[in-house]
């Protein structure tokens, strides 16, 4: 079996700048990797999520329940993985993930305030994603820790990616549902023991080259 690293967080937590900063590292070391971001929007199987997050199923998070958002998500790896991954990964390959089944972790456990119905939920999904579909349970999970007020000025000055307010999905543009994601983060990160790195310290957002430095010294262990 291979080696499934995932890097997970909130928005704008900084993933995709990490995942390249990883790759980056790997090649620079000589070793082989593949790379995968779920949602996969390249495929078809992300169809029932671009709609979901374009807003056509309700235009709040909340309005869709997290056990039909996490079918959507839950589809579209599963397609990706049998399609692109499976046998490199069965043959020892190391993948990349800038997000994966810790994203519904995150976004769809969020949606739930009764602790009891969260727990009921995270198990349903760990035994529909890793159990039905027998997709890969990571190695080891990277979570983000970038706290919701810091999150917001980022995602301010990256305001020029998007034309007008409806341009973002509906997780990105509710900050409720950011900060619900954040602390749901913050909980499942410990209850599935996720390596946990501090984005921010003494009250300022830390370098992307410090957070690198977490995340690889930790996978260069592992590999």
């Known amino acids: 079996m291979g080696k499934l690293f995932v ?17 980056e590292r790997l090649e620079k070391e000589n070793i082989e990797y593949k790379l995968v971001s779920f949602p996969n929007y390249d495929s078809p199987s992300s169809a029932l999520v671009k709609m979901y997050l374009s ?38 390959g190391i993948i990349l993930a800038d997000r994966y089944t810790t994203a519904n972790m995150v976004h769809q456990a969020g949606k739930i305030e009764n602790a009891e119905e969260r727990e009921k939920y995270l198990n349903w999904l760990w035994d529909f994603e890793f159990n039905l579909y027998k997709l890969p349970i990571p190695t080891k999970v990277f979570f983000l820790d970038m706290p919701p007020e810091f ?27 950011i900060i619900d994601s954040y602390n749901a983060a913050c909980e499942v990160a410990k209850k599935y023991n996720w390596e946990q790195i501090n984005c921010v310290d003494n009250g300022k957002i830390r370098t992307i080259e ?8 930790k996978i260069k262990d592992l590999i």
């Open 55 to 92: 807003g056509e199923f309700g235009e709040n998070a909340k309005d869709v329940s997290p056990y039909i958002a996490s079918t959507f998500f839950a589809a579209d790896r599963y397609a990706t993985f049998k399609k692109d991954l499976e046998k490199y990964y069965n043959n020892g």
């Open 7 to 23: 890097i997970d967080g909130t928005d704008a937590s900084g993933k995709q700048t990490q995942l390249k900063k990883l790759q």
């Open 151 to 177: 999150a917001f000025e980022l995602m301010k000055n990256r305001e020029n990616k998007f034309t007008h307010e409806a341009k973002k999905d509906i997780h990105e543009r509710d900050k409720n549902h």
């Open 210 to 217: 410090e957070i690198h430095e977490d995340i690889f010294n």
